[in-house]
């Protein structure tokens, strides 16, 4: 394992362009559930209740949309980086980040310092919720004390529109900008590392494929094995933290030793 790591360090310091993909299985170390694990969100919730076309169908599935959005904003709220993220942040001050690309909705890359034009959020983010209809965009925490005054299902203050965090649901168009970015950016690496995704989701999940067929190298760190495993040059099974912590340190000791 420490070889690899070593090896993953190493490719970092030589390569020109790297980008860092996260999924879920980034934060679970700070305490919010991932999806597909056992007692992970679709555990607990049925996927089918979140599509974005039962949302706009009636006021009995957006209360019930809020209801479990709410419980799930809970850990969210109170989560902390946990030494991947670090990591990560780390990564840009040291010049060796050319982008993160997130499917998290936790805002946590940016709590660990990522800077905003580094960090290309493809489905959205937990902490803003926006009106469907003009758009306005409000602190999730100011909406959350609505509803624990007893709203069920926001409306906008401006238009009267239906108000949602600012998450892409699935069914829901996925953010242009960021997935052409996501897309361009991907093409033109050549490292890219996965943490803690089982990458099953598209398009996100093509990314990964984009990259390599462009000549990248591919790395998957993840606790379980993923459909990509085998077309990675390296995968380390393993988790987010303690492996994003080492490698980090290697590349360190690498700049250090004038690398
Ligand atoms: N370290 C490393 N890997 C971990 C850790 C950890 N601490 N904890 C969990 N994992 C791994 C799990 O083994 C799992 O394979 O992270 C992966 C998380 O996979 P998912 O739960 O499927 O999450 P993700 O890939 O981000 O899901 C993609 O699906 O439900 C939608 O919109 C949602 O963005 C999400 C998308």
């Known amino acids: 394992m420490k070889d690899e790591l070593k090896e993953i360090a190493q490719w ?24 597909r694990s056992p007692g992970g969100v679709w555990d607990r919730y049925n996927p089918e209740d979140f ?24 850990p969210i709220k109170i989560a902390q980086p946990n030494p991947a993220h670090l990591a990560i942040a780390e990564l840009e001050k040291l ?12 805002g946590l890359h940016f709590k660990a310092g990522n800077s905003e034009d580094k960090v290309i959020q493809l489905h959205g983010t937990a902490i803003f919720v926006s009106c469907l209809s003009c758009q306005k965009r409000y602190d999730r925490n100011e909406i959350q004390e609505r509803i624990k005054k007893g709203q069920k ?9 239906l108000l949602k965090p600012a998450t892409i649901s699935f069914g829901q168009s996925m953010p242009e900008k960021e997935t052409e970015e996501a897309y361009h950016r991907s093409s033109l690496c050549d ?27 591919l790395v998957i760190i993840n606790r379980d094995p993923t459909p990509y495993d085998d077309m990675a040059d390296l995968v380390v099974h393993g988790q987010a933290g303690s492996t994003m912590g080492s490698i980090l340190d290697y590349v360190k000791r690498g700049i250090g030793a004038g690398n």
């Open 51 to 74: 599509y974005f076309q039962n949302f706009l169908a009636s006021e009995a599935s957006r209360e019930k949309y809020w209801q479990m959005a709410t419980e799930m904003y809970e």
């Open 153 to 161: 299902a926001p409306r906008c203050d401006d238009c009267g529109g």
């Open 95 to 106: 010049g060796k980040l050319d982008c993160v690309i997130t499917q998290n909705i936790d």
């Open 191 to 217: 490292l890219f590392i996965v943490v803690g995704s089982s990458l099953v989701v598209q398009p996100a999940a093509s990314m990964p494929l984009v990259a390599k067929r462009n000549g990248a190298k």
């Open 12 to 35: 970092i310091l030589s390569a020109k362009r790297v980008i860092v993909f996260s999924g879920a299985g980034l934060s679970t170390e700070s305490g919010i559930p991932d999806f």
